[in-house]
């Protein structure tokens, strides 16, 4: 193209520029043939007068007149990323460059210019450099753009990057071009020739396949080693049994222990943040350390599974009188918890094979306190570190403590010096020499320091020492000094009344009465006035001969809580229980005493995912149960189950969706089952199950579930203000023709779903 068509198009680009206004304004959808024959010209032409205003190659997107404004996009992009858009294809290297450091450096526009003109004015003044220096900064550091997360970590002098990766300069010119530091003149040896300091380039040589064939090998030798697995390093969350003990714990609970428990965890998870008081009190060996600890292992689990929870961090703070009764409930004593002063002056004893009480608390988060029951085995002797002296003395003793678990940090950290004692025992815990100073009760301000083990021979202790502790037998010496308040103490200390030996003179102590016994008093207006009423409905305490008990639980793998749930009482007193994500394989076996199956799907890959279901129904039952419709559909990760039964005229449906599952699909279904009980003339219907929907007005799954339940004249039954999950979500429900009917969510201690149950007639 020469000058003079270079101005004819470039006049032309203007014109159809205004031309391109007017014919917006009056037709904007008109299509790009229609636009041409407006401007009177031909596609060519069109093109020759857009090239006239370009300086290097620009691509032009097809797009209607009436988007003429609008940047370029990507249909499906834009649905997706639902922000503005701007897409430019790149046929220019150093453009592209150009607009990124444009747009990354668009805050720090004219900062250049601004520091030139201060370091200007700087120097025309006649101050000391740093204070220039300290201009300049000022001026860059109040006129740039920093985020308030910035400006936080400067002020903590954080650093705002971390890594675990060094870095080292490798100065990679070719060897005549290198810049190389010379050696300290006090670094360089006599005769020393090399005054370079040595780098990592030079110390690698340049080889030569022609000149050093052998260098060269298809293979290396001796240089490759297949190891195993690398050393892996568990850190178990604090205070937190292992899964098998847990369960074993909630197993060996009795009744009265697992409603409460089950009790005071519903009230936790569903009003964290109401407070509430709670007296538990009964005799010897009842279990209230057993319960405490159940409490604190729930609580813990299910703490430690919160958001924004830390797991090191202390959600229960568990508090005694006394070291052994901390002990006991893995606690902490009253003292220790709030900071209080204690001073203990027991004189110390050493003996051997005999009974011994520890005298101090060496380690008690090791449960070693003062008191702490246990069998001398063996003295370690030794001299002490004093100039001129040879005399041999104990210096360390090896005891065993009732429970293994007492002393086993002790163990672990002195495992060196065990070794060096020959000790092979591995529940002989070392009891190391202590000292303990203490000023005399006199005017000489002497200070005596006490160099000696912590332990006193005993073959009895006192009724003070023995609180908090649970014997079979127990031998009680009486005196006449002995008060009611040390009586009973001493009394309650054995499991049982054949347990229990008395020697000496028995005299019956005072019978207290309210007016002189402060603690007699309250224990009768608790009893009398402030029973706890439990929040929770028990299915074994609503259960007669006139009703049933459906009971539906997602249990979060059979195969793990089989044991809890088949010795469970709320499962046992049901008639029917509905498990959903059984995780069961065809070759496992289920079986509950007095129980049939009456459904079963399971895993069909080789490994336990969260399929499979499964329903019992008890034996003078089961002949009345039957399955009206039953269907599973599994795709990948997703899959649902729907199980039908009939019963006495009613119809039960367990639902179980997977949370991938398509809603729509599961409706299908559901409906079929919904029809054969109607064309069966079975009206009374109850479906509950595992929905994995939501209970939200602004989720569509639900407004669709919803408005299915209401066509087939099936209404919610559940408390909707509760939650089904530990998540706080209401994905388990509960829907049924009768409106009278009432569902109800219970709680559980093996599972983040709670169960839910319902009850039928009989008649």
């Known amino acids: 193209m020469d000058e003079q068509e270079k101005l004819t198009a470039r006049k032309l680009w203007s014109e159809i520029k205004e031309q391109t206004e ?23 032409s069109y093109i020759q007068a857009l090239r006239s205003k370009l300086k290097r190659p620009t691509v032009f997107l ?22 503005h858009m701007d897409i430019q294809l790149v046929v220019s290297p150093y453009g592209c460059v150009k607009y990124i450091v ?3 450096s668009k805050s720090q526009k004219g900062m250049s210019k601004l520091l030139k003109e201060v370091a200007d004015k700087v120097a025309k003044e006649d101050e000391p450099t740093i204070k220039k220096l300290r201009k300049i900064v000022n001026a860059f550091l109040n006129n740039c753009e920093i985020s308030a997360q910035e400006i936080a970590l400067h002020v903590l002098g954080i650093p705002m990057s971390k890594s675990s990766i060094g870095t080292i300069y490798i100065n990679t010119c070719p060897p005549d071009q290198r810049v190389f530091l010379k050696k300290e003149v006090d670094l360089l040896e006599e005769d020393e020739e090399n005054e370079e300091e040595s780098t990592i380039a030079p110390q690698f040589k340049i080889l030569d396949l022609n000149e050093t064939p052998s260098d060269f090998q298809l293979e290396i030798p001796h240089t490759e080693k297949v190891v195993s697995t690398a050393e892996s390093m568990r850190f178990p969350l604090p205070n937190l049994l292992p899964e098998c003990e847990f369960l074993s714990l909630i197993k060996s609970l009795n009744e009265k222990q697992r409603k409460y428990l089950l009790n005071l965890t519903n009230l936790v ?64 004593t009253i003292d220790s918890a709030f900071g209080f002063g204690f001073n203990i002056k027991d004189k110390l004893r050493i003996g051997r094979m005999l009974n011994s009480d520890t005298r101090n608390t060496l380690a008690f988060p090791d449960g070693i306190s003062n008191g702490s029951p246990c069998i001398l085995n063996k003295v370690i002797y030794g001299q002490l570190c004093e100039k001129n002296s040879r005399e041999r003395i104990p210096i360390r003793a090896y005891v065993q403590f009732e429970k293994e678990s007492t002393g086993e940090k002790t163990r672990q950290r002195l495992q060196n010096i065990i070794k060096a004692d020959g000790i092979r025992e591995k529940n002989w815990t070392p009891i190391q020499r202590i ?38 037998n127990i031998l009680v010496f009486l005196n006449k000094n002995l008060s009611r308040k040390l009586l009973y103490t001493a009394c309650s200390r054995v499991t049982s009344l054949t347990g229990l030996y008395l020697s000496g003179i028995y005299k019956k102590p005072a019978r207290a009465t309210l007016e002189n016994d402060p603690a007699l008093k309250e224990m009768t207006r608790m009893r009398d006035e402030a029973q706890l009423q439990f929040s929770l409905i028990f299915p074994e305490d609503v259960k007669n001969q006139n009703n049933m008990i459906v009971l539906l639980h997602n249990v979060r793998s059979l195969n793990l809580h089989f044991q809890n749930i088949s010795c469970d009482p709320t499962f046992i007193a049901s008639d029917i229980i509905m498990l959903a994500e059984t995780w069961s394989k065809p070759e496992d076996k289920y079986d509950i005493n007095n129980f049939t199956i ?30 009206l419709f039953q269907n599973e559909s599994i795709s990948g990760t997703t899959h649902f189950t729907i199980v039908a039964l009939t019963i006495f005229n009613q119809t039960v449906m367990m639902v179980y969706k997977s949370p991938k599952a398509a809603w729509d699909s599961v409706k299908q279904q559901l409906q079929q089952a919904i029809t054969m009980s109607l064309q069966n003339q079975i ?39 509760k939650v089904s999950t530990d998540h706080n979500s209401l994905i388990d429900l509960c829907f049924s023709t009768n409106e ?19 009850e039928l007639s009989m008649l």
């Open 435 to 472: 000292c303990r100073s203490f000023s005399l009760n006199d005017n000489t301000h002497i200070q005596v320091t006490r160099n000696q083990l912590p332990l006193l021979p005993s073959n009895a202790q006192t009724i003070h020492c023995s609180q908090s502790c649970t014997y079979d």
């Open 269 to 332: 998870k569903t009003n964290p943040s109401e407070p509430f008081y709670h007296f538990l009190s009964g005799g010897a060996g009842v279990g209230k350390s057993k319960l405490i600890n159940a409490i604190k292992q729930v609580l813990e689990r299910f703490w430690v599974h919160q958001p924004n929870n830390k797991p090191e961090d202390i959600n229960i703070l568990a508090v005694a009188p006394t070291g052994k009764a901390a002990i006991g409930i893995n606690g902490t």
């Open 22 to 44: 007017i014919i917006a304004k009056n037709n904007e959808d008109c299509s790009f043939d229609e636009y041409l024959a407006y401007l009177n010209l031909d596609e060519q």
């Open 740 to 758: 009278m009917r009432n569902a109800h969510i219970f709680e559980s201690a093996i599972s983040d779903h709670k169960p839910i149950w319902i």
């Open 62 to 83: 097809g797009r209607n007149l009436n988007e003429r404004r609008v940047n370029a996009y990507n249909k499906e992009m834009l649905i997706l990323w639902e922000a």
């Open 598 to 627: 009456i459904s079963r799907t399971d895993c069909k890959s080789p490994k336990r995912k969260g399929f499979g279901t499964l329903i019992y129904a008890k034996n003078y039952l089961s002949p009345h149960v039957k399955i």
């Open 683 to 721: 009206y009374d219907i109850s479906i509950m199950g595992d929905f994995n929907i939501k209970y939200q007005v602004s989720d569509h799954d639900f407004n669709s579930l919803t408005n299915f339940m209401k066509g087939n004249n099936c209404f919610m039954i559940l408390d909707t203000t």
């Open 102 to 104: 444009s747009y990354v």
